[in-house]
């Protein structure tokens, strides 16, 4: 069966530092990925999705960035946090592309920028 | 007008009580729709896949009116368990795998 992971759970970082999440699948190959953020009082906002290695698209162009270096391993980053960038942050998942399907969605990261 | 929209509530309901959310969506060549359950400070978890023929899991149930473009939820009994925030999602386009997701209605069961 398919499980993905991200980590860290939580984080507190200061505005202007970096970020760093990761996610992970498991029980899959060439998935598709996608990262959410879920801001306080909002809904769901699709920041970026890849349809393979180094393939990423961006939806909302801002200070963050995502990279995709292996098959089932997706990267979201920052080089300098805003107070804005504060959120739950999600990864997502579907079967490679050819149909429409459903997406799943790993544990989340909460993070807070002070 | 938004592309997914849904009454955010909250409603609150007493148990064994029926309850209903709508959730209304623009592009009119969306072709796969969903219901999604968030519990408080969770990721979001698939609630189940709404069809054009209507499904019916057990209490639940999701029906799709492409004319109007909506797609609904009912509850039947609610349960204290069902307390939570029903997300709709929505392709955002024919062949498409994104998902646009509605704000979501949070949902919370009275004893």
């Known amino acids: 069966s398919q499980t993905i992971h991200q980590w860290p759970a939580t984080l507190v970082q200061p505005v202007g530092s970096p970020l760093s999440l990761e996610c992970t699948v498991e029980?899959?190959?060439?998935?598709?990925l996608y990262w959410y953020r879920q801001a306080a009082g909002r809904g769901l906002q699709l920041l970026f999705y890849s349809v393979g290695i180094g393939q990423i698209s961006s939806e909302v162009p801002q200070n963050l960035s995502a990279s995709r270096p292996q098959d089932r391993q997706f990267i979201l980053s920052s080089k300098k946090l805003l107070l804005s960038d504060s959120g739950f942050y999600l990864c997502?998942?579907?079967?490679?592309?050819?149909?429409?399907?459903?997406?799943?969605f790993g544990p989340g990261t909460r993070l807070t920028v002070l | 007008r938004k592309e997914v929209e849904q009454d955010p509530g909250p409603f609150n309901v007493p148990e064994g009580a029926t309850v209903a959310f709508n959730c209304t969506y623009s592009?009119?060549?969306?072709?796969?729709f969903f219901w999604y359950r968030q519990d408080c400070r969770k990721e979001p978890k698939l609630l189940m896949s709404?069809?054009?023929s209507g499904n019916e899991d057990g209490r639940f149930t999701a029906q799709l009116n492409r004319a109007s473009q909506y797609i609904s939820l009912l509850i039947r009994d609610s349960k204290l368990s069902d307390s939570a925030t029903y997300l709709c999602a929505v392709t955002t386009g024919a062949g498409s795998y994104q998902l646009t997701f509605g704000k979501g209605t949070k949902l919370s069961v009275i004893p």
């Open positions: 592009n009119s060549a969306s072709q796969s």
């Open positions: 709404v069809y054009s």
């Open positions: 029980g899959t190959s060439n998935p598709n």
């Open positions: 997502a998942w579907t079967p490679p592309s050819g149909g429409i399907d459903t997406q799943y």
